[in-house]
């Protein structure tokens, strides 16, 4: 990533000379693009259009909206991009960390990036996010490099979204809706599909744009106000917001059933006391590669953000022969929208419902305590701060020795593991065997040999201390949770209540 250095004649140059021409394409462009919504013919090449036109969001809406979710699952097709960060805070570093991050986003979500520049400012501008000038050269660079989309390393208003795609005259999205759309790519239970497309409605909401607004844009009338904002536009933009907040309202029932049936499943989990492990921490840190060589399970794995979007439960036992669950969940990244974190709030939830938190982190990242950080405002954010946490620092083979030590000394439950070579695995399964809650109660009985589900329960869901093989029965000591207590009751002999 390098800080743009066009100069500043460059940005004269093309400001003096092609605007007109630019805004004269872009006009005839949008004709046609209306022209096709108006009769209600899309495919794609209109799509990619008229995303660029306004946002991939109207085509859509402003014709059918019966088809709203195809559309929001549909990919976004950014081809080639060029990124743009607005750098407030920190080190040169970390906003080179961000945009490198970004760009391992929109890689995710299939595009090819191009080129990527940061302004360094306060604050973002309230008009164009980053300033005029700099909107110049970025058209430049757009100029230069032949792309086709710009992102930016941040969530922007309606407004901003708007007056830069005015300058850069292609299409301009935001982190926050590219996050959205590789949670889309990636969704695959019923339950994931729905959350984000909850998600993309209130993200598109704000933004819908309408006839009236883009008329407005044609007629050169700037935005808010003017007849042509009153037209009939206006009207339709109003119900097709009312749709999707009636659309909205449905998918969140439809969650809230989806919950519950989860809920069940957990519920059950719990009544047999199984302990559950859940397996959080920033996205590409690890965590299925965890899973997968904690258990065996053949969890994808890729070198690509939000591989996994839909929890996977495994069972799993300690070196001491306890079994207890251990879940998979959706990376954590940094700016996580909110409106995802809110949709995915129930699945989080399972996070704070554990007994206990393997939080993965990538030790070989340049920033791995960013990464704890985020993933901490996350677990804060759902109210999961009162489940113990181990910090897996994974990728120990690649990471920096001394970065590791750094991570070690700073977290005091934290262990350095590799999931690729096994390095310290065994000593995170003894970890894990520690933290996870004892059975309360230790009981002695004598149990027949017809009754040998008990025994085996007892190694299941307790901790069996000694077993023997008698002529009556087995006789077994163990530290077993109430219910199974209260099961082996009967067999326990008087001299021993
Ligand atoms: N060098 C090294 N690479 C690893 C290790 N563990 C995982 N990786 C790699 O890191 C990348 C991400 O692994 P995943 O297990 O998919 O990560 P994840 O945290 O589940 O990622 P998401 O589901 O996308 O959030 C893959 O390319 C893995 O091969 C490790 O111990 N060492
Ligand atoms: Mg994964």
């Keep these: 990533m390098t800080s743009s250095s066009s100069p500043s004649q460059d940005t004269e140059r093309f400001a003096h000379t092609s605007p007109e021409r630019l805004r004269a394409d872009a006009l005839m462009e949008e004709d046609v693009a209306w022209s096709h919504e108006i009769d209600g013919e899309r495919d794609g090449d209109q799509f990619d259009r008229s995303e660029r036109a306004a946002l991939r969001r109207v085509a859509g809406l402003s014709t059918e909206l019966e088809d709203v979710t195809e559309v929001e699952y549909r990919q976004l097709r950014l081809e080639r991009v060029v990124l743009v960060g607005v750098w407030t805070t920190g080190t040169v570093q970390d906003s080179e960390n961000s945009l490198a991050e970004l760009a391992a986003l929109a890689e995710t979500a299939g595009a090819l990036v191009l080129d990527g520049v940061i302004q360094r400012r306060d604050k973002p501008d309230a008009a164009t996010y980053i300033g005029s000038g700099k909107a110049y050269e970025l058209r430049d660079i757009v100029l230069e490099t032949g792309a086709d989309t710009v992102i930016c390393d941040g969530e922007l208003s309606p407004g901003q979204l708007i007056h830069l795609e005015d300058v850069v005259k292609v299409k301009v999205i935001d982190r926050t809706a590219l996050i959205l759309d590789i949670f889309a790519q990636h969704a695959k239970s019923r339950e994931g599909k729905a959350q984000v497309a909850l998600a993309q409605m209130q993200y598109m909401l704000p933004r819908l744009r309408g006839w009236g607004q883009s008329l407005s844009r044609q007629m050169g009338g700037g935005k808010g106000g003017g007849l042509a904002t009153r037209g009939p536009g206006e009207t339709k933009i109003e119900t097709d917001r009312r749709r999707i907040r009636e659309k909205m309202a449905k998918m969140r029932r439809e969650i809230a059933e989806m919950k519950t049936g989860r809920e069940i499943k957990r519920q059950e989990r719990k009544r047999h006391r199984v302990p559950s492990v859940a397996i959080a921490g920033y996205t590409n840190a690890g965590k299925s590669s965890l899973l997968n060589r904690l258990t065996g399970a053949g969890v994808l794995v890729e070198n690509a953000l939000f591989a996994t979007l839909d929890p996977t439960v495994r069972r799993a036992e300690t070196p001491s022969g306890r079994l207890y669950t251990l879940a998979d969940t959706v990376g954590f990244v940094r700016h996580l929208p909110h409106h995802l974190v809110e949709a995915f709030r129930s699945t989080m939830e399972e996070v704070g419902e554990s007994d206990l938190i393997l939080h ?11 990464q704890l950080a985020a993933v901490r405002e996350v677990i804060r954010d759902v109210g999961a701060t009162d489940v113990p946490e181990i910090v897996v ?33 065994q000593e995170l399964l003894a970890l894990i065997d520690n933290e996870l809650p004892r059975p309360s109660v230790e009981v002695e009985a004598l149990v027949p040999y017809t009754h040998g589900k008990l025994v085996a329960r007892a190694h299941d869901e307790g901790e069996v201390i000694s077993e023997e093989h008698t002529p009556e029965g087995t006789l077994l000591k163990a530290r077993v949770h109430e219910e199974l207590a209260a099961d082996l009751a009967p067999y326990v002999p008087a001299q021993a209540v």
Excluded at 360 to 370: M, R, T, W
Excluded at 395 to 415: C, F, G, N, V, Y
């Design 393 to 425: 620092i994974n990728k120990a083979d690649a990471a920096d020795p001394l970065t590791l030590q750094r991570l070690m000394r700073m977290e005091k439950r934290s262990i350095a593991v590799s999931a690729r070579t096994g390095k310290g695995i």
């Design 360 to 370: 993965v982190v990538d030790g070989s990242h340049p920033a791995p305590e960013e």
